[in-house]
């Protein structure tokens, strides 16, 4: 018999799940975390700021962890974690509508800090079912584990699919599909995404938000200096799916082995 949270406190259960949360949420904060299975644990830092928050723990030994945020705006995301699955979010991370986020089959999302997602988008280390080949039987859409760097940009209806690897600095376009690796400080669009431009950063004052209201060159914001980044990967190698990727910051990566236990 499933078990249903609708409000974010320290609380644990007979079968090994628990929540860890010292802190508080707005009264108007939406909060459903159903655990199913055994050795769940939702891990949310005391300075999270949360709009709504939706956690399914489907079988055994899931670890969701979400970091401190301040100064953006709040996050907001429907979660799926299977057996023996991760997803760490990291700290400033904030999105407009829901990011859609599955991990399963042991695999591990990990998305750093500073990233801002917009409406629309999905983070999927699965397809959700299985296919398999006619003739051999095997399984040919394996779950993969996600890699986001820190201080990403994803656009409206942007998706990261299984095996997805983006770098630090980078912008995922308009309703774009990530199923490779992407490098740091570019641009990628289209489906499957392609990097379009490199050597790029970007910002996150809103161009009719925030003043001034034209924004002509990089003196009219409060550069984020250490993402300002020539891109790394070899121009002929950006899309092509190997190189290696400048993502994820050393302060991401002791979470997530932390929560891995390595």
Not at 57 to 86: L, N
Not at 185 to 196: E, Q, T
Not at 203 to 217: G, I, M, N
Request: hydrophobic share 40%; aromatic share 6%.
């Amino acid at each position: 018999m499933p078990t249903t949270l609708e409000s974010l406190a320290p609380w644990s259960d007979d079968r090994g799940n628990r929540v860890e949360f010292e802190g508080t949420l707005p009264a108007d904060a939406r909060i459903k975390v159903v655990f199913r299975g055994s050795g769940n644990v939702l891990r949310v830092d005391a300075k999270a700021r949360l709009a709504h928050l939706s956690v399914t723990f489907d079988c055994d030994g899931g670890t969701c962890e979400i970091g401190s945020s301040a100064g953006v705006p709040p996050f907001r995301a429907i979660v799926r974690v299977g057996q023996d699955s991760t997803v760490v979010v990291g700290q400033n991370v904030s999105s407009t509508g829901n990011v859609v986020i599955s991990a399963v089959e042991g695999t591990t999302v990990t998305i750093g800090d500073d990233v801002m997602f917009a409406t629309g988008n999905q983070v999927r280390a699965d397809d959700g079912h299985p296919i398999f080949d006619v003739t051999s039987g095997k399984r040919v859409n394996r779950s993969r584990s996600i890699t986001v760097g820190s201080h990403v940009w994803l656009a409206f209806d942007a998706a990261l699919l299984a095996g997805a690897q983006v770098g630090d600095g980078a912008v995922v376009g308009f309703r774009s599909v990530v199923k490779g690796r992407i490098p740091n400080n570019c641009i990628a669009v289209g489906a499957p995404a392609r990097v379009v431009r490199r050597d790029i950063a970007w910002e996150r004052p809103h161009l009719s938000v925030a003043r001034p209201y034209y924004k002509p060159d990089a003196s009219t914001v409060k550069k984020s200096e250490a993402y300002w980044n020539l891109t790394e990967d070899p121009a002929e190698q950006a899309d092509g799916g190997t190189p290696a990727v400048r993502s994820v910051r050393p302060g991401v990566r002791s979470r997530v082995r932390r929560v891995l236990g390595r």
